[in-house]
Every structure is written in structure tokens, then in C-alpha cells.
């Protein structure tokens, strides 16, 4: 029951939480909006910016400013509400996340300004409005009820997920929002057809919104990545993801690159630069990339957490054995696999080839006794037809 509560929490939060910056450049009915105002836009966006490189303090500052001077408008609440969202999507590495007071006190903030989006947006929508206030209400009650899922509290995500999926349904009546809104409508063509292929009970759900279309999708992701002004970065961080579950690495390495390079402190995009450095065989830089994590992780940098080092030790591992420097591998994998224990899911696929290497190393130094055990332990952690199970067997009849 829960596994397909999470199914439903991604169908329903995962686009929605996408849409947050899409009515931005809206056309308001009302002429006094300070959406028109390009000197606003210019400065949230210097904000928003601080925001994605980590710089919560500055950005949250320029954030507050705009809240005390548009006090009618849900845009200045929703984008501190944005902020914080960030800062706690930044504990995504840790294996348990703990509710710690920190964390505690961070859900407590978001929530309250997500309430007071909402409150403002109605306002806005019932002045006539329509556009911007069903904009932010879809995407104030999307992240709430993403928040409320990650938190197990289902009843209260469920009534979040469905008022968004209500104001979600009458924005996507308008189209005068392009190249913002190739964004919204890019997600929704595209996961809405990776939902039914990879959850074919969740069809039925998926039914409820109109037929999606993934090339589309990507067409539309990149008009937002290429020419939109508030969108461009959301919109190039999910086309990283996408390009990299579609296996077209070179794209997906290029925007990682990009991302990283534009916002070095942001954990999240070094930890996904990383990883298509490892997947294009870009060794060298990977090893480079991935030392710098063990230091920042070592230093304690804030948003580097057990997982990213979980990853790059195991990237240090390949990097050594391709190099022969096989004691410095076999030192990194498992240093991977100690942070890997604090993880609930042990049948991570970088856990499990961890452990392969692993045996492959220690059969090559001689050492058959340690090379067998880490060959059961895939054996374990795999199912028989699986290519590794199928190797593991073989080396171990050696």
C-alpha cells in the first residue's frame, strides 16, 4: 500500500512541483500586477539564482524584501516558500533522514508559506485573476502535498495532490504563456507516459489528464531550457535526468556540466555532473570530480551527504581499477559500501557492482577465500537470469 501511495505521490507532485515559476511573465488581466514588471523579474531572478547555487541567506533576503513590498501577491511568499524547499530537498543524500529539530522547523516555515500562497492566490483568482492565481495555487498545493507525502502523511498529501490537479487542469487550457509554459506542459507530455509504461496499474490514474506525448515532451522541455527566462533552470536540471534515463549521455553530461559550472555549490547538480562523468567513461575528470566531493563531505560543505560520498568512493573504485591501482580500488569500494549499510534499499545498483568488483579484485591478488564472498553477496542481492548473478556463478566455479 505504501509502495503505491509513492507511485501516486510521484504522479501527482512530481510534475506539479515543476510548475514553479510558469506564470511569471502571465499576461494578468489585472494591469497592476507587478508580473509586468521587468525590473521585479530581473531581480527575483538575480535571487532565484542565489537560491539555486546554495546561497539561502542572500537569496531568502532579497525574497523577504519583495514580500514586504508586494504583500498582495503570492509570486515574493511562493519564491521564499521555493527557497526553503530547496534547503530541505538539500537532506535528499542522507540514508535516514531523520526529522531532526533542524529539519522539523524547516517543514514547519515551508508549509506556512505555501498556506499563505494559497491564501493569497485565491484573492487573486477571485479578483479576476484567473491565470496567475490558478498558476500559483497549483503549484503552492503541488508542493505541499509533495512535502506531506515525503513525510508519510497521506491523506493530507492526497487533498494537496488533487486541488493542484484542479487548478493544474484549468491552466492548461491557456497557451499564451510560451516559452514558460512549454516547461509545465513538457513535464506532463513526458512523465505521464514514463508513469504508465513503468506502472501500468497506475493507468487508470494517469487517465484523468489528457493523452501525453514524451518526444513532445522533450521538444517542449527545450524550448523552455533554450528561450525561457524563469524556467530555464528547472527546465534544464529535469532534461539532465530525462537525457540520462533515455541513455543519450552526451546531452546529459553537457547540461550536468552547464548546471555545475553555473552553480558550483549546489550539491545536487555536482552530485548528477559526477555521475555522467562516470557513465561517458570520462575517468579522469570523474576521479577529480569525485575526490572534491570526499573534501567538501570531509569539510562538512552543506548538502553533502552520505549518499553523494556513498557515490563517489564507488567512482574512485572504478577509477583505480581502471588504472590497475588495485588496493587503492578495493579501498574505495568498500568505503562505498560502508555508507551504502545506512541505506534501506541494499539492492542499489552501485552496491551490488560494488560488491562484483570487489570479487573480480580480490580474485586477481590472489585472495579466492574474500573473491567468493563478495560473489555471494551479489548472488544475495540479485536474481538468477541477472548478468551479474550469471557471472558471479561463473567466477565462483573458478
Known sequence: MIQLFCVVRFLYFKIFILFNFNSIITMSQDSTSILTDIDIQIEATSAINKMYNFEFDDAEKEFKWLVQEYKNHPLPVFLLGLSKWWKIDSYSGLPKIKITDELKLLDKEFLSLMDKSIFLSKKVYENGNKIDGAFFLAASYGFKGRLLSERRKWRAAAFAGMNALKYLKEIRKDDIMIPEISFGNGLFNYYSIWISDRYPLLKPIVGLFPEGDKKLGIDQLNNAANNSFYTRTEAQYFLVRIFSGENNLKKSLYLSQYLHNTFPNNSIFHRYYSQQLYRTSNLSL?????????????????????????????????????????????????????????????????????????????????????????????????????????????????
Request: charged content about 35%; hydrophobic content about 35%.
Open 286 to 398: 570523474c576521479k577529480i570530480e569525485s575526490l572534491k566531493i570526499i573534501d567538501y563531505y570531509k569539510n562538512r560543505k552543506f548538502g553533502y551527504n552520505q549518499n553523494d560520498i556513498r557515490l563517489a568512493h564507488f567512482f574512485l573504485g572504478e577509477v583505480f581499477f581502471s588504472e590497475r591501482k588495485f588496493e587503492n580500488s578495493i579501498f574505495h569500494l568498500k568505503k562505498s559500501l560502508e555508507f551504502s549499510n545506512g541505506f534501506k534499499n541494499k539492492k542499489l545498483g552501485y552496491t551490488i557492482y560494488s560488491n562484483f568488483l570487489l570479487g573480480k579484485l580480490h580474485l586477481k591478488i590472489g585472495k579466492n577465500i574474500e573473491a567468493k564472498y563478495y560473489f555471494k553477496k551479489v548472488l544475495k542481492l540479485t536474481n538468477r537470469k541477472d548478468k551479474l548473478n550469471i557471472e558471479s556463478r561463473d567466477y565462483i566455479k573458478k
